[in-house]
C-alpha cells in the first residue's frame, strides 16, 4: 500500500531519469525554461523535469545552454534628493563626529537611490579588466606537490578593452536578483569529507532519488529594518572627506603592506567610491545618506558567489563589490585600515599634521573608526552574511580591535573566537584549491587568511595559558605562494618564474607573504609546545617530545634561505626596508621563542632544562635580549610600527630582562652558585642593557599599548638595579622591608635547579604582556 504512494513520476520511470549534468557559471545546475521563466524550483531531472511532468507539458522542458546571452542597458536614474534629517540618524552621528566635523548641506545627489530600489535598477560599473591571452603556466614538480590541485590557465570569457578606471567608458552590468532572492550570502564550499554530518545521507542521496537539496537561496531573508539604514547613514558620515581617508590607506600601504587585503585591491574599492558616491559624502545631506545605505544593504544582502568562478579575475572582482555595487563588507575594511594607521604611527607624524589646520587626534581617530568597523561587523552578523570580503573584514577588524585592549582580556578572547569559528564555518580547515567557484586569487587569499588566523591562535594561547581554539589534528594548512602584489592581481602567472621550487620569491626580499608561509611552521611548532605545557604526559614522555620539539626547531632554522636570516652581529647593514627588518627580527624572536617556552616547560614540569648544555634558559634568555636590545638602539628605524615595537618589548624584552635580572642579583649574592659558574653573566654588559632597557621602557606613553605590562616590568628591573648599584654591598640590600610585594625569597638559589624560581615564576605567569603584532595579523 505503501508503494502507491511514492511519486509517479518516480514509480514508473525512475530508471530512466537522469540529473542534468550541465551547470551554469554560479556553480547553480541550469533550469528548463518553464522553471526559469517562471522563476520556479527544478529539480533539473532529464528528459523531463518533475514540474513539467505534472503539467503534461514535457514537449516545453528544454534546457537552454544559453538562455541570458541578449544584454540590455538600463538608463541611470536622475538625481533627486531631499534635505529631511531624522533624529536616529543624528544620534548615530555623534558616535563618529565632533561640531566641526558634522554633516553641512551642500550640491545633491546625482543618484535616486529611493527610484532605483524600488525599480531593482543597478547601474554600470567601468571595466576594470583588461582582456589578455593566456598560456598554460609551466609549474614546478616540487610546487605542484606542496600545493595540490592548480589550474594553469587563467583567461577571460568576454574580451574588453585595457582601461583605466577613470578613463573608461564601457560598462559591465550586473544582472539584479528578484526581491524574493535577495538573501544572507554563504560561501558554498565542499563540505563532503564531512560525512559524519546528520544531513550526510540525504545529501549523498537526495539527487538520485530526484530531490533537489535545499539551497542557501531558499532561505528567507529579514527586511532590513529602517534603524538598520540609519545606523549605516551614521557610518557614511565618517567617509565625508575620502581623499584624507586615501591619504591614510596610502601611508599604510608605504610601510606596512598587506597580505590578505592588499593595496591594489584597495585602489579599486576606493575609486569606485569616490567615482560613484562622491557628491553624497560631500554634502552628507542625511536623507541622501539614507538612500546610499539603503542601496549598500541591498548589494549587501545578495550573495558575492554568483562573481566567483574559475576564470573570474581579481579587477572583475573588485568592481563588482564597489562603486553602484558597494557593500557593507568594503566599507568596513577601508575604516579597518584608517584605524590600523592611526594605532601604528606616533603622535606628531605629517600624515596627521598640516599648516592650516590643529594636529589630528590620532588616539580618537583610531578609536572612531575600529568603532565603525565594528558596526559593518554586526551588520553583516545580523543578517548572517558570509563570505570571503566578510572574513577578510572580520580578519582585519579583529586586529584593530585586540590591539586596542589587553592582550589576554576575556574581549579579545571572544573576538578570536568568532573569528575561527567563522573559517571553521566557511570549511577553511579543509583543503583549499582551484575549482569550478573558487578562482586562483581566492584560494591563496584563503590559504593566507587562515594560516594566519591560525598562528595568531597560538600566540593567544600561549600567551593565556589556554587550549587554542585551532588544533593541527582538525586542521589541513596550505602554505600559499610567495607572491608580490602585482603577481597576485595578475590575470595570468607564471609561477615558475614567479617562485622557486619551494614556493619562495625570488627576489632575495622579505614581504608579508613570506612572513605568512613561515606562519604554518612556527605555529605547528608552538602548538606541540602547548601539548606538552598544558598536557598532562608521564615525565619520560615530556623529556622525549622536548627533545623532539628542540630538534625539529632547529632544523626549520638551518633549512630556511639565507635572505630570512638576520645578521645578529651587524644587522643595519643590508639595504632592507624597515618593514623587512621588522620581519627579520620577528623570525629570529619566533625561533628562540620556542627554545624559551620549551626551557619553561621543562623547568616546571621536569624539574631541569635542556639535556643540551648549550641551550639553557639563561642562554636563550641572553641571545632574546641582545636582540631587544639592538632594537631598542636602533628604534628609529621602527618609529612606524609603535604596536609591534611595543608588543616586542613587553613579549620578549620584559620576561628575557627579568630572568638575567634576578640571576645577576643571584650571582652577585652567591659567586660560588652552580649557575656563576656554569654561566657566568658579564657584569657591566648586563647592567648597561638592563638600565638601556629600563629607560626605554619609561619612554612608553600611558595611552599606549602595552603601558601596563612596561610600566609594571620597568619598576621590577629598576628595583633590582637599585638594589646591585645602591650604596653598601649587594648581600645587605638582598632582603629589604615589604619592596611593593614583589620580594623573591630564592633569589640566593640558581634558577635551573629543581623549585628555585619560586615565586617569581608565579610573577612571570601573572605578567599581562599587551597584545598581538601587527605583522602577525594584516
Known amino acids: ?32 525554461e518553464p522553471c526559469r521563466k517562471g522563476k520556479l524550483r527544478c529539480d533539473h531531472m532529464l528528459p523531463t523535469c518533475g514540474r513539467c511532468a505534472r503539467r503534461n507539458k514535457p514537449e516545453q522542458c528544454v534546457y537552454h545552454p544559453a538562455p541570458l546571452t541578449k544584454r540590455t542597458t538600463i538608463p541611470t536614474p536622475q538625481c533627486t534628493s531631499s534635505d529631511q534629517s531624522s533624529p536616529e540618524l543624528n544620534s548615530f552621528s555623534t558616535l563618529f563626529h565632533t561640531g566641526s566635523e558634522r554633516s553641512s548641506n551642500r550640491t545633491p545627489s546625482d543618484f535616486e537611490l529611493d527610484s532605483a530600489r524600488r525599480n531593482g535598477v543597478f547601474g554600470s560599473l567601468p571595466a576594470l579588466v583588461q582582456s589578455v591571452e593566456c598560456n598554460s603556466v609551466s609549474i614546478p614538480r616540487a610546487v605542484l606537490n606542496q600545493y595540490d590541485e592548480f589550474v594553469p590557465r587563467f583567461s577571460r570569457a568576454s574580451s574588453l578593452p585595457a582601461q583605466s578606471w577613470s578613463q573608461s567608458q564601457q560598462s559591465t552590468e550586473r544582472r539584479p536578483l528578484p526581491d524574493d532572492q535577495i538573501r544572507a550570502d554563504a560561501l558554498d564550499f565542499d563540505s563532503r569529507s ?84 562622491q557628491k553624497t559624502l560631500e554634502s552628507q545631506r542625511p536623507a541622501d545618506l539614507r538612500l546610499m545605505s539603503e542601496k549598500i544593504w541591498e548589494n549587501t544582502l545578495r550573495p558575492v558567489s554568483p ?15 564597489t562603486g553602484r555595487f558597494l557593500r557593507w563588507e568594503v566599507v568596513g575594511i577601508l575604516v579597518t585600515l584608517v584605524s590600523l594607521v592611526a594605532q601604528s604611527l606616533k603622535d606628531g607624524d605629517p600624515v596627521f599634521c598640516s599648516h592650516d589646520e590643529p594636529p589630528v587626534d590620532r588616539a580618537a581617530l583610531a578609536r572612531r573608526m575600529c568603532n565603525a568597523s565594528e558596526m559593518c561587523v554586526n551588520f553583516c552578523d545580523d543578517f548572517g552574511v558570509l563570505n570571503d570580503l566578510y572574513l577578510w573584514l572580520l580578519y582585519e577588524n579583529s586586529v584593530a580591535y585586540c590591539s586596542m585592549r589587553t592582550r589576554g582580556s576575556y574581549e579579545n578572547a571572544r573576538k578570536l573566537s568568532g573569528l575561527a569559528t567563522a573559517l571553521l564555518c566557511c570549511n577553511l580547515h579543509q583543503e583549499i584549491k582551484v575549482d569550478d567557484h573558487t578562482p586562483f586569487f581566492i584560494a591563496e587569499f584563503r590559504k593566507r587568511l587562515f594560516i594566519c588566523a591560525y598562528e595568531n591562535d597560538k600566540h593567544f594561547a600561549t600567551f593565556a595559558g589556554r587550549p587554542p581554539k585551532l588544533t593541527r589534528h582538525y586542521c589541513r594548512l596550505q602554505i600559499p605562494l610567495d607572491l608580490t602584489d602585482a603577481q597576485t592581481m595578475a590575470e595570468g602567472l607564471d609561477l615558475e618564474n614567479a617562485v622557486d621550487g619551494e614556493g619562495w620569491n625570488q627576489r632575495g626580499t622579505v614581504q608579508r607573504c613570506t612572513f605568512a608561509r613561515l606562519s604554518a611552521t612556527n605555529a605547528l611548532i608552538t602548538e606541540e609546545i602547548l601539548e606538552v605545557s598544558l598536557g598532562y604526559s608521564p615525565r619520560d614522555e615530556i623529556i622525549h617530545r622536548a627533545a623532539e620539539i628542540e630538534t625539529k626547531t632547529n632544523k626549520c632554522w638551518e633549512e630556511l634561505p639565507d635572505f630570512l636570516r638576520i645578521d645578529i652581529d651587524n644587522p643595519w647593514s643590508m639595504n632592507r626596508s624597515p618593514l623587512e627588518l621588522l620581519f627579520l627580527v620577528q623570525i629570529r624572536l619566533g625561533h628562540l621563542d620556542h627554545h624559551f617556552l620549551l626551557q619553561r616547560t621543562l623547568i616546571k614540569k621536569v624539574g631541569s632544562g ?141 634558577l635551573l635547579q629543581a623549585g628555585s624560581d619560586g615565586d617569581f615564576v608565579r610573577w612571570l605567569e601573572s605578567m599581562e604582556w599587551d597584545q598581538d603584532s601587527l605583522v602577525n595579523f594584516n
Open 1 to 32: 500500500m505503501t508503494g502507491n504512494l511514492f511519486p509517479a513520476r518516480l514509480r514508473v520511470s525512475h530508471q530512466e531519469k537522469r540529473r542534468n549534468p550541465s551547470f551554469r557559471r554560479n556553480g547553480k545546475l541550469q533550469a528548463c
Open 194 to 277: 564531512a560525512f559524519i554530518n546528520h544531513n550526510a545521507i540525504l545529501a549523498e542521496n537526495e539527487l538520485s532519488i530526484g530531490i533537489q537539496p535545499p539551497s542557501a537561496d531558499s532561505t528567507p531573508m529579514s527586511k532590513v529594518s529602517q534603524s538598520h539604514i540609519d545606523s549605516g547613514a551614521a557610518v557614511l558620515t565618517l567617509l565625508k572627506d575620502l581623499p584624507t581617508i586615501q591619504k591614510y590607506i596610502d601611508k599604510w600601504f608605504s610601510f606596512a603592506g598587506g597580505v590578505v587585503v592588499i593595496e591594489p585591491m584597495v585602489k579599486i574599492y576606493t575609486s569606485g567610491l569616490w567615482s560613484t558616491w
Open 307 to 321: 562573481l566567483l568562478h574559475r576564470h573570474t579575475t581579481p579587477r572583475e572582482f573588485c568592481a563588482n563589490v
Open 610 to 750: 635542556s639535556a643540551n648544555p648549550n641551550i639553557t634558559l639563561l642562554s636563550v634568555c641572553s641571545e632574546i635580549f641582545k636582540l631587544v636590545v639592538l632594537m631598542v638602539d636602533n628604534k628609529d628605524h621602527f618609529r612606524d610600527f609603535q604596536v609591534d615595537f611595543v608588543s616586542i618589548l613587553a613579549t620578549h624584552g620584559i620576561p628575557t630582562a627579568a630572568v638575567l635580572a634576578v640571576e645577576l642579583l643571584h650571582q652577585e649574592q652567591n659567586p660560588s652558585s652552580a649557575s656563576a659558574i656554569g654561566y657566568p653573566l658579564h657584569r657591566s654588559d648586563t647592567i648597561q642593557s638592563l638600565a638601556v632597557f629600563v629607560s626605554c621602557l619609561g619612554t612608553i606613553r600611558t595611552e599606549a599599548n602595552g603601558f601596563h605590562s612596561c610600566d609594571r616590568g620597568r619598576k621590577f628591573l629598576k628595583r633590582i638595579l637599585d638594589m646591585i648599584l645602591g650604596p653598601g654591598p649587594a648581600a645587605s640590600r638582598s632582603s629589604p622591608p615589604n619592596v611593593e610585594g614583589m620580594i623573591d625569597p630564592t633569589l640566593g638559589a640558581p
